[in-house]
């Protein structure tokens, strides 16, 4: 076994309340025989016992930076499960993550058992979304994924918009920062507000003087909605390239 399996299995083990050896032994208790000695099905097995025992919409150990890396560690047992002699990692003296990189396969196979994670349908769009032009998903970019996650989860919990928001809408991202708040350019002039993304319409949410006004909704669902980089700034200049149009059937 590589390091990242021996990991992997040992720690998960642990959290099932067993040791390395007997999850292996209850593995070959109940595998078919022709994977008996396959270590990607082991580090699924231990990985996959483990999680089935939650049945939460969020997994509750995210919020945890060594479940966050222990994860991370199985994508990279799952990439490569047997020992190399020219691995570099190949010894538990000098192994460390970071600077890998996991694999698409891996990500696919791995991120959406965890419950909040990813989607089984989408994983593949975004694994490549997530690292762009990068060769692999590194541990940063994981762990920042994985806090925006938590962002958006504690924001479904706390957050509500007024009488547009839809029960059958699932949020996506929030953005409602006091310190760097959203801004909505209308008329040469900026609206700070609040804005939230569901998987159906964009919501803003304007900061008055008598607090939150009634949410504009778009429709992101009208094959008319357009999307699309912008330049805004006071007086019709375009001084900020970071802006972006949103238009659609109903606005």
């Not at 399996?5 to 208790?29: D, P, S, W």
């Not at 919409?57 to 945890?64: A, N, V």
């Not at 396969?105 to 979304?129: C, E, K, M, N, Y």
Request: aromatic share 8%.
């Amino acid at each position: 076994l590589s390091v990242d399996a021996i990991v992997a299995i040992e720690q998960f083990a642990r959290l099932n309340g067993l040791t390395g050896r007997q999850v292996q032994r209850i593995f070959k208790a109940l595998a078919h025989e022709h994977v008996h000695n396959d270590a990607r099905s082991l580090v699924e097995y231990c990985c996959f016992r483990y999680l089935s025992r939650d049945n939460s919409d969020f997994h509750p150990s995210l919020r945890e930076l060594a479940f966050q890396r222990l994860i991370f560690v199985t994508m990279l047992a799952w990439n490569d499960p047997y020992d190399e002699d020219n691995d570099p990692h190949s010894s538990l003296d000098n192994y460390s993550i970071l600077g890998r990189l996991v694999e698409e396969d891996a990500f696919v196979r791995i991120a959406p058992a965890v419950a909040g994670v990813a989607d089984a349908s989408t994983a593949h769009h975004l694994f490549r979304a997530l690292v762009g032009a990068e060769k692999g998903l590194s541990l940063d970019l994981w762990t920042t994924y994985l806090g925006e996650l938590l962002k958006v989860h504690h924001g479904r919990q706390t957050h509500k918009i007024g009488d547009n928001f839809l029960s059958d809408e699932q949020v996506l991202c929030i953005g409602s920062s006091r310190k760097r708040p959203v801004l909505k350019w209308e008329q040469n002039t900026a609206w700070p507000g609040h804005l939230t993304l569901t998987n159906k319409a964009l919501y803003f949410e304007a900061i008055g003087l008598a607090g939150m006004k009634k949410p504009l909704r778009l429709d992101l669902t009208d094959h008319n909605s357009k999307i699309e980089k912008a330049k805004v700034g006071p007086f019709g200049s375009r001084l900020f390239d970071s802006a972006v149009s949103v238009s659609s059937g109903s606005v």
